[in-house]
């Protein structure tokens, strides 16, 4: 069965399991910790408390904190814990709320769910309690996906970026195109309703000049789509070269510590070695590989072969080159394979000797791992490789998600058709329809229309009790 919602003027279905049951859930990570914190939301969530804590949860004041004990159904205790209601609507999903924070360890906090779900409550879907707060208006769904995105922020930027959009900056851009274009859409349906007195309000000029204006504004939002992606990805950062270069030298000097082992001898690292590595706020995967090389050796085939596959999967490439003697054939090899517009060409052991040979390749950066120099230059170079245009500003607003980024591209192609039909001198019922079509894409942006089957891909991806 489905439900039909009326929000913001557009109706939305919802999948039964969204009607308002009270839903209860542990709301923190399974493992041992000082405490852990279970979530009841729902109508009946005060009644379903009071039942099983020891005071009196429906006289308790919204927000205040409560000391006390969960008993089993025999009366007996099951942990002392804190008790805090929140009143409906002035909690995270709008609904009555009651958080109870336990002891520790998943133990406790499943018997303590347990005993709320024997009293009344159903266990919470993932992502239920944001969902929740979707359909109650609390977030739009632009805001409760931020919710997610910083949950598994890594990087300082990826919090920012995750903030800001919870914050409301990515819904008020969508709200401003949104407003620009139902002015554009209205004077064009009062066209088609009433063609024979053309239009009133404003020349055909200038109609098309507001909606260049707003398309230009919303091509600029999809353009940032690269930015996003590279601070809410897990971006890779792989290590290739000869065997000897400086590879597991150079991931060493770039972790600042001893991660990976370092000898004279040639083949030394014979499988690939991830680590994490952050940079000017950016989180990367570090991949030190084996040396790429011909040879007969069955271990060290196979570790070649992984380094290839590194190579093609790496987002970005730090191809390493000895500075110290002349390029090999190998070397040549490696720089054909090398994609351009991924790779860093790191000249190193440049204490010894400086390159000798010209490679007509940009950027090209002089280190020394052995001696921890030109490391500082080299994560510059890793920046500017990324950022194709420089960091964006902190109050910049960027897309990160790929349902972004394909709803607005939808809008800018609806919204460029209207226009195309406006210049052609079309009968303004085309230009009227892709200006409909045009605001429903931005419209499933911050969930003022969406579909049961976007609200199920979009929670199914969060964590249980979030
Ligand atoms: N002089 C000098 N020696 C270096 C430098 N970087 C690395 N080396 C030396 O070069 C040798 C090889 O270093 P590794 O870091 O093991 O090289 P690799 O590319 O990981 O080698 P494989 O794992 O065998 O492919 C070691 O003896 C290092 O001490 C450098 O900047 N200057
Ligand atoms: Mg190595």
């Not at 030298?249 to 001893?258: F, H, I, R, W, Y």
Request: hydrophobic content about 40%; some cysteine.
């Amino acid at each position: 069965m489905l439900l039909f919602v009326q929000t913001c003027e557009t109706i939305m279905h919802l999948p039964d399991y969204q009607q308002p049951a009270t839903i209860a859930a542990i709301a923190t990570a399974p493992g041992t910790g000082a405490i852990a914190i279970l979530r009841i939301s729902g109508p009946d969530s005060i009644a379903i408390a009071q039942k099983i804590f020891t005071g009196p949860v429906d006289q308790y004041a919204s927000h205040s904190a409560h000391a006390g004990h969960i008993l089993a159904h025999d009366g007996s205790i099951i942990d002392h814990v804190l008790l805090i209601p929140f009143r409906a609507p002035r909690s995270y999903t709008g609904h009555d709320t009651v958080e109870i924070h336990c002891h520790g360890g998943s133990f406790i906090a499943r018997q303590i769910l347990t005993r709320i779900l024997e009293v009344g409550a159903r266990p919470a879907l993932p992502g239920e309690f944001t969902l929740q707060a979707f359909l109650n208006g609390k977030l739009d769904l632009a805001q409760a996906e931020a919710v997610q995105m910083l949950i598994a922020s890594k990087s300082e930027l990826a919090r920012q970026s995750a903030c800001q959009q919870l914050d409301g900056a990515l819904s008020a851009h969508i709200q401003s195109f949104q407003k620009e274009l139902t002015r554009i859409a209205a004077i064009l349906e009062a066209w088609v309703d009433f063609p024979e007195e053309g239009l009133e309000f404003t020349t055909l000029d200038e109609l098309l000049l507001d909606l260049e204006k707003v398309l230009e504004s919303m091509r600029r939002l999809h353009r940032t789509f690269h930015d996003g992606k590279a601070i809410h990805s897990d971006l890779s950062l792989c290590l290739i070269g000869s065997p000897n270069v400086g590879k597991s030298s150079l991931m060493n000097a770039l972790l600042g510590k001893d991660r990976a082992i370092v000898t004279e001898i040639p083949g030394t690292t014979r499988d690939s070695l991830e680590e994490e590595l952050k940079i000017h706020g950016m989180h990367f995967r570090l991949i030190d590989t084996a040396g790429i090389r011909e040879t007969d050796e069955m271990i060290e085939q196979e570790g070649v072969r992984r380094s290839r596959q590194a190579m093609q999967q790496s987002d970005l490439i730090l191809l390493i080159l000895d500075a110290s003697r002349p390029m090999a054939p190998n070397d040549t090899e490696l720089l054909k394979l090398t994609p351009p517009e991924s790779t860093i060409i790191v000249w190193n052991k440049t204490d010894l000797a400086l390159p000798s040979t010209a490679i007509d390749r940009e950027p090209a950066v002089l280190i020394s791992a052995k001696n921890n120099q030109g490391i500082d230059a080299l994560k510059e170079a890793i920046q500017r490789k990324i950022w194709k245009n420089g960091p964006p500003s902190k109050e910049e607003v960027v897309i990160a998600s790929l349902r972004h980024f394909q709803a607005i591209e939808r809008a800018i192609e609806s919204a460029e058709s209207a226009s195309a039909a406006i210049k052609e001198n079309r009968s303004p019922e085309f230009a009227a329809f892709d200006m409909r079509t045009c605001l429903n894409h931005l419209g499933t942006i911050i969930g003022t229309n969406v579909s049961e089957d976007i609200l199920n891909s979009i929670f199914s991806q969060f964590c249980v009790g979030k």
